[in-house]
């Protein structure tokens, strides 16, 4: 399935000084930029067709993958000059380059590239600076069986405060942190059909716009996912993956595991 991924935004908390463009999803994990990071997790299961929908510092993502460099997170034999890769990342990969705007909002991207999805029948979406563990073939199987338009995984709420009941008096009624309470947030993995472009009016966004009327029409499907789920909104988010990077704890490196491997061959370059 095509993947496409909405890389365009001014990530204005991500920014380190008024003179940074680097768009938020080049922020870096380890070695890598996120936006590396989310696409070889689709990769790792089979999607490898991407949709780039580029915006602010798109020349950053471009420049990324034109001087591509397979040694930064491959192992490699240096001979006689030459380097000979023993596995690599972005061979089998197509990857579309496409400017969809500096202001448009994520259904606007969404509907530009419309004509790259060749009319499949599904196709994955994502915002490109989140990172998940969550099984995605399991979402994809269980969408594909349901008569829907579209797909979100949703997480638990994630913010370490507490809700505060109040009366009309003023008195405090209750104290509950928002981590207890049976809410839901949009997690950013999406899995849709076609239809999602019959609910995005022109300039119109992905969920507020696309998502709330399917979810008025019974059409709207929710994939809960417990497990490790990280936005990187902040520079405190983003260092914090950076750090669970060099510590070996990055559970979103689905790759990594045991008898997962890398994309087998030996390349000479």
């Keep these: 399935m095509k993947v496409v991924l909405f890389c365009g935004g001014y990530g204005m908390r991500m920014r380190s000084g008024a003179a940074d463009d680097v768009p938020k999803p080049m922020a870096m994990v380890g070695p890598r930029p996120l936006i590396w990071h989310v696409m070889r997790y689709y990769a790792h299961y089979g999607h490898r067709e991407f949709i780039l929908c580029l915006g602010y510092g798109a020349h950053h993502i471009k420049d990324f ?71 995605l073939p399991e979402m994809i199987d269980r969408f594909a069986r349901r008569d829907a338009g579209a797909s979100m995984m949703v997480v638990p709420p994630q913010s370490s405060f507490h809700c505060v009941e109040l009366g009309e008096d003023g008195l405090v009624g209750g ?31 992905l969920v507020a ?36 990077y060099a510590r070996g ?16 061959g030996v390349r000479t370059a």
């Design 175 to 205: 104290i509950t942190a928002v981590s207890d309470m049976p809410l839901w947030e949009n997690g950013g993995y999406f899995v849709l059909r076609q239809e999602i472009f019959d609910h995005i009016p022109e300039n119109g966004d």
């Design 65 to 135: 993958f034109l001087n591509y460099e397979e040694t930064t997170s491959n192992d490699f034999v240096l001979r006689g000059g030459r380097t000979e890769l023993l596995s690599t990342d972005i061979s089998d990969w197509t990857i579309t380059f496409a400017q969809t705007g500096i202001e448009s909002p994520i259904g606007e991207r969404l509907r530009r590239v419309r004509h790259h999805l060749d009319g499949d029948e599904m196709f994955l979406a994502n915002y490109a600076d989140v990172l998940t563990d969550a099984p």
């Design 249 to 264: 704890d990055r559970p979103w490196a689905v790759w990594e595991r045991a008898g997962a491997g890398a994309n087998p």
């Design 209 to 244: 716009d696309g998502c709330a009327q399917l979810a008025k029409h019974g059409r709207l499907v929710a994939h809960r996912h417990y497990g490790f789920w990280k936005p990187t909104d902040t520079v405190k988010e983003r260092a914090a993956l950076d750090d669970a």
